[in-house]
């Protein structure tokens, strides 16, 4: 359970571009941060910054749980439940297999009881090549949940998914917040919280 | 170390390199002029005749081919452990000059060994290993052109050029284990009377300086162009 | 199971089941040792001398064929920053592609090896040292070529410099794998070779995956 996380003076380069400098935020257990701006404004590599793929050109980003504080990247990327542009389905696996998977990778399980939540119980044995765009998202969904991850980072977690869909969303960020987790997502919509904002 | 970072800076480098250039030039040229000289006045040697002037174009090709790959290693591994801001420019610099002596080698080696085998290659150890060693240099330009983003590239050449060092011992043994089990012998034997031996290093130091004077020039040439694409884009120089 | 176990199972059957790899590194193997004859002609002593060389050569381009994808396709789905940030270190995740490519193209390769010595008329022994060879050399094969693949897995066209960067590299496995063929039809023991290839195969597979660790950090961070 993180109890902070702390971003001090962080700077970004993409290439030769300079994306953002000086940033500074707190988010604290329990909360939620929508960073906004527009594409390319640096949204998604301040996620993966986050993350610990990329790493900032200076500044710090702590974790402090309980009483330890870390700014190590590569820790910081085990206690990360990442939900990114891309769906990371392979077309030839079935939704189930797709879900084992990812399970026991993160050293988890997989109940019958998470498709049910993400709506996609009577889907189990298809092949991820025949879901829909939305089935996709909420499969998504589906792996983030079972990954058992603090620290939720969200790229257009809205994306493409129906009305039902972004309820489910929202639903999920709720309980997430409400269990002590943190999520900060990139998104052009509100988040439906009561979150801080973060303009790039 | 210390020393190698104080001119890290591009600037100093520029400074440096500009003073001591012309030094290098001047030494490259004596160095050869002598060598050729001496080596063209040797007598002939009594097996292969006037061809042993060959010697001296080749096997210090042969050695700056290696010294280069090793000079790019070495720059890789200041650039991966220690972040050496000039060391990716540096070795990406010195790959064409190590292709081209590898080249330079392979053809005098077969120039060389066409009075002495009557044919122009036959599979011997060093010339294969010299062969190996010139895909090794096409492969890790051929990375460094492929990768659009330069930072990338730059990390990804090093850690070929450092997996391409350690593997070059082990070539070089495979080879010559291939080649006493194919041919029993090794071909070109290596003693060399002490007359050639002055003329032999003669051309060893002018063909390293040579090598020292192009990679500076093209190093210099490589920031010159980067301050110069800066200034277009509207950056600091 | 593990989380090794799990990425080694469903990249095993991934390259199972799109009808790829294992088939593909078959058939361009068995194409193989049909042109060369048709090359070289049918003379059958002519042909079992050469064997071991063209046989090894052979089986180390079909393992290539299916290099490019091994982190390409994770890299371009996102699969491969979930997998990053599971509790599987880089280094594992790549010793486990090795593996599972290792098993659905060299071992295959080695298994249809003594069909195809027999189209060369390749005496039992030296049969007997080519299969071998090719057991111990092509995990080689699969651990350099994931060096390879790491380093060019952000590139479209990176199938072509694939070989490029790694033939070289290879030169000791053909040698030594060949070799062993080679000295066997001479009448010389071959273990000797064996040996040299098992100490290669050994500290590539136990090496690469690090540097094909580093690489993949490299492309992620992007």
């Known amino acids: 359970m993180i109890t902070f996380l702390t971003a001090e003076k962080l700077a970004c380069a993409r290439g030769e571009r300079r994306l953002f400098d000086g940033l500074n935020f707190r988010v604290k257990a329990g909360q939620a941060l929508a960073v906004e701006g527009a594409n390319g404004a640096g949204k998604t590599s301040l996620l993966r910054l986050i993350a610990g793929f990329l790493a900032p050109l200076s500044g710090r980003l702590i974790v402090k749980i309980a009483d330890k504080e870390d700014d190590d990247a590569e820790e910081r990327g085990k206690l990360v439940g990442w939900l990114g542009h891309q769906d990371g389905l392979k077309p030839q696996l079935t939704v189930a297999e797709q879900l084992d998977f990812f399970a026991s990778l993160y050293r988890s399980k997989a109940g019958a009881a998470v498709l049910e939540q993400v709506g996609l119980a009577r889907q189990a044995d298809l092949p991820c090549r025949y879901l829909s765009a939305g089935q996709r998202r909420r499969l998504a969904l589906a792996r983030l949940l079972v990954s058992r991850r603090p620290l939720w980072l969200l790229d257009e977690p809205f994306a493409a998914l129906d009305v039902n869909g972004q309820g489910l969303v929202a639903h999920l960020m709720a309980h997430h917040c409400g269990e002590g987790g943190i999520i900060i997502a990139a998104t052009h919509e509100p988040l439906g919280l009561s979150n801080e904002s973060l303009k790039l | 170390?210390?020393?190698?970072?104080?001119?890290?800076?591009?600037?100093?480098?520029?400074?440096?390199?500009?003073?001591?250039?012309?030094?290098?030039?001047?030494?490259?040229?004596?160095?050869?002029?002598?060598?050729?000289?001496?080596?063209?006045?040797?007598?002939?040697?009594?097996?292969?005749?006037?061809?042993?002037?060959?010697?001296?174009?080749?096997?210090?090709?042969?050695?700056?081919?290696?010294?280069?790959?090793?000079?790019?290693?070495?720059?890789?591994?200041?650039?991966?452990?220690?972040?050496?801001?000039?060391?990716?420019?540096?070795?990406?610099?010195?790959?064409?000059?190590?292709?081209?002596?590898?080249?330079?080698?392979?053809?005098?080696?077969?120039?060389?060994?066409?009075?002495?085998?009557?044919?122009?290659?036959?599979?011997?150890?060093?010339?294969?290993?010299?062969?190996?060693?010139?895909?090794?240099?096409?492969?890790?330009?051929?990375?460094?052109?492929?990768?659009?983003?330069?930072?990338?590239?730059?990390?990804?050449?090093?850690?070929?050029?450092?997996?391409?060092?350690?593997?070059?011992?082990?070539?070089?043994?495979?080879?010559?284990?291939?080649?006493?089990?194919?041919?029993?012998?090794?071909?070109?034997?290596?003693?060399?009377?002490?007359?050639?031996?002055?003329?032999?290093?003669?051309?060893?130091?002018?063909?390293?300086?040579?090598?020292?004077?192009?990679?500076?020039?093209?190093?210099?040439?490589?920031?010159?162009?980067?301050?110069?694409r800066n200034l277009m884009q509207g950056g600091p120089a | 199971m593990s989380p090794f176990a799990i990425l080694l199972l469903r990249d095993t059957k991934l390259a199972a089941r799109s009808g790829g790899s294992a088939a593909l590194a078959l058939s361009f193997f068995a194409l193989v040792a049909t042109l060369v004859p048709l090359g070289i002609g049918p003379d059958l002593r002519l042909l079992a001398r050469v064997a071991g060389g063209v046989l090894w050569v052979g089986a180390v381009l079909s393992a290539l064929l299916s290099l490019d994808r091994l982190f390409q396709g994770d890299f371009e789905d996102g699969s491969l920053d979930l997998i990053a940030l599971s509790p599987l270190p880089l280094e594992l995740t790549s010793l486990a592609k090795i593996a599972a490519h290792w098993l659905s193209t060299g071992l295959p390769l080695t298994l249809l090896s003594p069909l195809l010595a027999l189209l060369f008329n390749l005496p039992g022994p030296a049969t007997g040292f080519l299969f071998v060879s090719l057991l111990i050399g092509t995990p080689a094969v699969s651990a350099i070529g994931a060096i390879g693949a790491s380093l060019t897995l952000s590139l479209k066209r990176g199938g072509l410099i694939l070989p490029l960067i790694i033939l070289p590299l290879l030169s000791p496995v053909v040698i030594f794998g060949a070799g062993a063929v080679s000295a066997t039809l001479d009448g010389l023991d071959g273990t000797g070779a064996l040996e040299l290839l098992a100490a290669f195969s050994f500290a590539a597979v136990l090496l690469s995956p690090f540097a094909a660790a580093a690489s993949v950090r490299l492309n992620l961070g992007s």
Not at chain 2, 91 to 118: C, D, E, V
């Open chain 2, 1 to 228: 170390m210390q020393f190698l970072f104080r001119y890290a800076n591009p600037h100093n480098f520029m400074r440096l390199s500009g003073a001591v250039l012309p030094f290098f030039a001047l030494a490259t040229v004596l160095c050869l002029a002598a060598g050729l000289y001496l080596g063209f006045s040797v007598p002939p040697d009594y097996q292969q005749g006037t061809t042993i002037a060959l010697l001296f174009i080749h096997v210090p090709a042969d050695v700056v081919a290696e010294a280069a790959y090793g000079a790019i290693a070495l720059c890789s591994l200041l650039s991966l452990v220690w972040r050496h801001p000039l060391s990716d420019t540096a070795a990406r610099a010195a790959a064409p000059f190590g292709a081209l002596f590898t080249a330079l080698g392979l053809i005098t080696g077969a120039l060389w060994g066409k009075p002495m085998w009557g044919t122009y290659w036959v599979w011997d150890a060093r010339l294969t290993s010299f062969l190996l060693l010139l895909f090794l240099y096409l492969g890790y330009m051929a990375l460094w052109n492929a990768i659009e983003d330069e930072t990338r590239a730059a990390r990804a050449a090093a850690i070929l050029a450092l997996v391409g060092v350690v593997n070059i011992p082990i070539i070089k043994f495979s080879v010559d284990w291939w080649s006493t089990l194919h041919q029993g012998e090794s071909i070109i034997s290596g003693k060399i009377a002490p007359v050639y031996l002055w003329p032999l290093l003669l051309m060893m130091t002018g063909y390293m300086l040579l090598f020292a004077t192009l990679w500076l020039i093209r190093i210099r040439t490589a920031i010159m162009e980067r301050r110069a």
